[in-house]
């Protein structure tokens, strides 16, 4: 994959996450919402994992699998 391919999904799924937590907000006993919460959370983490496999560091979190400090060495997500 791409670098806007792969940092597309890290967006989508984000949004879904987002979205599900404030439905949640207002629905806290919609079994079926936690469970999509949890699923997007865990494709989310999937997907940011991917994405910093392939194109480093995504947030400052991604370093901590870094065996150095290499954050201004590639372009920020925003570039």
């Not at 984000?14 to 919460?37: I, M, N």
């Not at 910093?52 to 372009?75: C, F, I, K, M």
């Amino acid at each position: 994959m791409n670098y806007e391919t792969d940092l597309r999904a890290v967006n989508e799924w984000s949004f879904l996450a987002t979205e599900l937590q404030l439905y949640l907000d207002t629905h806290p006993d919609d079994a079926r919402a936690l469970a999509a919460l949890k699923n997007a959370l865990s494709e989310r983490q999937a997907a940011v994992s991917t994405f910093e496999q392939a194109h480093g560091a995504l947030t400052v979190d991604g370093l901590l699998s870094a065996r150095r400090y290499n954050w201004v060495e590639r372009p920020f997500p925003f570039e």
